[in-house]
Every structure is written in C-alpha cells, then in structure tokens.
C-alpha cells in the first residue's frame, strides 16, 4: 500500500477528528483546512492550513501536493429549520472544494453525501444532490458516500428504531429502502473513509449503506 497524501475540510468535526488520527496511524501525510482560533480542535499530527472553506480562493494554492481530497465539511445535527444553512455552508465548500481540487489536479475526491431518495430532509438531500451533481460534472475520479445516520458519541438516540428496520427487512416491499436508508456506526464510517483513500476509485464510485456497513469499496458499483 501506498502512503497518500490527503487534504481534509472539516477536519474539526463529527467524523473529521476521528479520521484524521486513523489516517495518520496508516502513514498517510494529512493536510487540514482550520480557521484561525480552531486549530485546537483538529487532532494533532497533520499540517494545518488556515483558509476559509467556504471560499476557495483562500486554500486551493495549499492543496498540493496532496492526492486526495476529503470533503466533509457541513452543518452539524441537520434539520429541516437549518435549509438555508445548508445551501450556505454544505452546497457552498463542496463548490469550493470541488474546484480547488480540479485547479490543484488531485487525483481522487471523496464526498460524504447521504442516502438518496428519502421521506423526510428534503432540503439537505437536495443540497447533497447538487454537491454530487459538481462533482460529477468535474471529471475528477471519486467516491461518494451515502449514509443516512451514523450511530456513535452524542448520536445514539436511533438505536431505538434497530427492531424497526429489522422488521422492514423482512418485508419484500420495503426491503430495499430499509437497507439503503439503514444505520451506520462511526467506526464503520471511518473505516470506509480509510478504505477510500487508500483504495481510489476510477471514475465515479458511489457507497451505499450495505457497501458503509462492510467497508465494500474495491467492488462497489461505480456510479453512472
């Protein structure tokens, strides 16, 4: 295996601080975007570079020499009041990252999108659609991932609803959206993301809930 080289926005965040110390465990030299006074919430260990994630003037020249190029930046605990915050902040640092990443020519992006379609959360699914739709639109090769909820510290109300999807599996009709709309634990996101990294996608490689839940990368369908 090869050591690459990753940049990561919202390396402070929910799964940012927790794939970075994994990262760097793997050998891999991690680059991470921070805004002034929040450096100490990025684990330590990587090269930090001070920019504004929102605007992709303050960071694209700091990509190289990376290889890979981790999004994750969004609004934390989404809900249906936080529409406009999703497209301020989610649509507007994917739009960002993606063209910081085509001008710095990384070789592989990653997405942490959400499961696609759903009953509830229109807005954010939206937002996380059109952030697909750029980085389809860019050419770059990527993977995006799909969960729908991931279980782990402070998230773990959902643990309530396991007989219900247990119960939906059983049922042929709903089969299929119980396992794509399914659970995710953090450590299976993590180890996903590590997964990716260390395995880039040719093209465009979309991981579903079954393909989180078993950390399938190499044999994921790409997507069209």
């Not at 926005?9 to 002034?36: F, M, N």
């Amino acid at each position: 295996m090869s050591h690459r080289k990753v940049f990561v926005t919202g390396g402070s965040g929910y799964l940012g601080r927790r794939l970075i110390p994994e990262l760097l465990r793997c050998g891999h030299h991690v680059r991470a975007l921070v805004r002034k006074g929040s450096e100490s919430k990025i684990p330590p260990g990587c090269t930090l570079v001070f920019a504004n994630a929102l605007d992709e003037s303050t960071f694209s020249e700091s990509v190289p020499p990376s290889d890979t190029f981790v999004q994750l930046v969004g609004v934390s605990h989404p809900s249906p009041s936080k529409a406009q915050e999703f497209r301020a902040v989610d649509l507007a640092s994917v739009r960002a990252s993606v063209s910081a990443a085509e001008k710095s020519g990384v070789s592989h992006f990653i997405y942490v999108s959400v499961a696609q379609p759903a009953p509830v959360m229109k807005e954010y699914i939206n937002v996380r659609a059109e952030g697909e739709a750029l980085v389809r639109e860019s050419k770059l090769n990527a993977t995006i991932l799909r969960p729908w909820y991931v279980l782990g510290p402070e998230h773990r109300w959902p643990y309530a609803f396991f007989p219900v999807y247990w119960i939906l599996e059983l049922i042929p009709s709903a089969r299929d959206s119980a396992r794509r709309l399914g659970l995710v634990t953090l450590h299976q996101m993590i180890r996903t993301l590590v997964a990716a990294v260390e395995n880039p996608s040719s093209g465009i490689r979309i991981l579903e809930v079954p393909h989180i839940k078993q950390s399938i990368v190499e044999s994921a369908s790409p997507g069209s």
